[in-house]
DNA sequence: AGCAAAATCTTTACAGTGTAAAAATTGCGA
DNA sequence: TCGCAATTTTTACACTGTAAAGATTTTGCT
């Protein structure tokens, strides 16, 4: 197995650095770089192999329900718990500040993601999607699940949420507090 | 006026470095160090100031609007407008991975934002909220308003939206999408 | 098989970085 | 003014990403 390859198997996403994948791969430092260009090109190219076991994840997870309100809760579940499971990866995937979304793989991957949220909003909505052609409701309704969803994974994965569950009702869990907020009328305003 | 407070007045928040601050305001490299203990320290301060300041933006929105849906509405503005005028300074607020929130200053100013946040929904609702003690429909109705804001916010930031946006009908603007996104009925499963 | 070319990896080097500790300087109250 | 505390500089170290050049291995082709 190449180099290049065992660095990909990495699970922690704390430190990491050229070097420190260099030297778990058993490689000199400068190695990754020969592979992935820069820093940007090795996380990139982890984000991709990130957005595809998500998207995996997601489908899996839209596969179980019965009605499409179902399948939609259970994905936005998925979409969670995925977060939950590997927080390291979901940063890497969502900060663009270090990603080269020009890159091929990546792109794509991205890509099939955003698909795989357009078809389930089409679904609940009971209508086909064209992703080249979204009228105002459609693309509202996309980044209004996508919103929701993401805004809850990102502060709960920055600790925003530990005080409001801290407060709720004593019994009070996570998941409740996410469905009730999936269940309510929005109109914040 | 002292180098610590020279620092804070940095604007561009993309190179921020223990270093760079230093050598922009004139101090040996590792001066800023005294000052705030080590780099988490310089950057909690610095979001410290961000949320004083993201605070006063969103009180002076809510002053806006003569009913509590024009008032939520300006917020909500307001606070896209604040993370689009200053990205880097939103992304400091909100990487926790860079924060120490035991810092006091930190801690109160992010306090202080949340009440808001907390204070305007209870408007809303045309009910009194006691921050101590939610209720499960006062917190999904608070973490509802904030992810779908806070997430919407990261998604532009990170350029997630620019696709959607051009997919959408001819002269379809950002600030429509918003708009769009919060009238909506939420359920999107 | 043999050999050239391409891919892969190592070595060496350099400019930055955060952080720690000690030395030097400054400011200020008694 | 003197002394002490706050502040800043100096020096040092272990890291980091990146670049360039040489060494090696793998691959493809006749």
């Known amino acids: 197995m190449k180099a290049a390859e065992r660095v990909l198997e990495r699970d922690g996403l704390a430190g990491l650095t050229l070097r420190a994948v260099a030297r778990e791969a058993g490689v000199s430092h400068a190695a990754p770089t020969h592979h992935f260009g820069d820093l940007t090109g090795l996380v990139s190219e982890l984000a991709a192999i990130g957005f595809r076991q998500f ?14 309100i179902e399948k939609g809760l259970a994905r936005a579940k998925a979409y969670v718990t995925y977060a939950q499971a590997h927080p390291g990866m979901y940063g890497l995937m969502f ?5 080269d979304m020009s890159r091929p793989s990546l792109h794509e991957a991205a890509n099939i993601s955003f698909a795989g949220l357009a078809g389930s909003i089409g679904e ?12 105002l409701d459609q693309a509202a309704a ?5 919103s929701l969803v993401h805004g809850f994974t990102m502060l709960l994965l920055d600790g925003r949420l530990t005080d409001v569950l801290n ?18 009328n929005t109109k914040p305003c």
């Open 167 to 184: 407060r709720m009702p004593h019994g009070s869990t996570l998941d409740l507090l996410f469905e009730a907020m999936l269940k309510g």
């Open 124 to 135: 609940s909505r009971h209508e086909q999607i064209q992703e080249r052609a979204l009228s």
């Open 55 to 68: 998207n995996a994840a997601m489908v899996a997870a839209g596969a179980s329900g019965a009605t499409a």
């Open 142 to 146: 996309i980044v209004r699940a996508w």
């Open 95 to 99: 900060r663009t500040e270090r990603l």
